[in-house]
């Protein structure tokens, strides 16, 4: 048998305190916690939907809250600028098959998981990067929407999504493939 000391267990333990509490969390100033609520936006966009802009914004790209049927959005992403209105494109969704209803939630929280939740709580979507080492979120000029520690990214909406527009991206082993790890420098 083999017994630790006293000594040897209280460094053990110190060792795995200091692990946990190393551990990267997204600065307050990084997390974000967006409502599915308020006015429509103004333009005319494919399939006569109605859409709710949020303020992560990449030119030409923006997340929104969108909805061709009452009640049910989806976060997705459009392409297109307000001078060329006529041509707002949706280009990608997180829930398409699952939506939400009004005040649902579009959340970056300190643990660096990415989630969109219905108002009563419910999960329609999440990035499954909880304690990943994610410090921030960002929407590049490419479309591709990153959430990246200090060095990498930790995960990234697939190129595929952007090459086929309307592909689901489900919370799902198949949309985990298709995310990769690349250096952040190399991104931005």
């Given at each position: 048998?083999?017994?630790?000391?006293?000594?040897s267990l209280l460094s053990i333990l110190c060792i795995i305190l200091l692990i946990s509490l190393s551990q990267a969390q997204v600065p307050p100033s990084s997390t974000f916690k967006h409502v599915n609520q308020g006015d429509f936006g103004d333009y005319i966009v494919e399939y006569d939907g109605n859409y709710r802009a949020l303020d992560i914004f990449s030119s030409p790209f923006q997340l929104c809250f969108y909805n061709t049927t009452p009640n049910a959005y989806t976060l997705s992403l459009r392409m297109g600028l307000v001078r060329s209105e006529s041509v707002f494109?949706?280009?990608w969704e997180a829930n398409r098959g699952n939506p939400v209803g009004e005040n649902?939630?579009?959340?970056l929280g300190k643990d660096g998981n990415l989630v969109l939740a219905d108002a009563d709580g419910r999960m329609a979507w999440q990035s499954n990067t909880t304690n990943k080492g994610v410090v921030g979120f960002k929407l590049l000029p490419n479309g591709n929407m990153v959430l990246h520690d200090d060095k990498v990214i930790v995960m990234e909406t697939a190129k595929k999504a952007l090459q086929f527009p309307g592909l689901d991206e489900e919370n799902s082993a198949e949309s985990s493939k298709n995310m990769a790890r690349r250096s952040?420098?190399?991104k931005i």
């Open positions: 048998m083999c017994f630790l000391s006293t000594s494109r949706w280009v649902a939630t579009f959340s952040f420098a190399d």
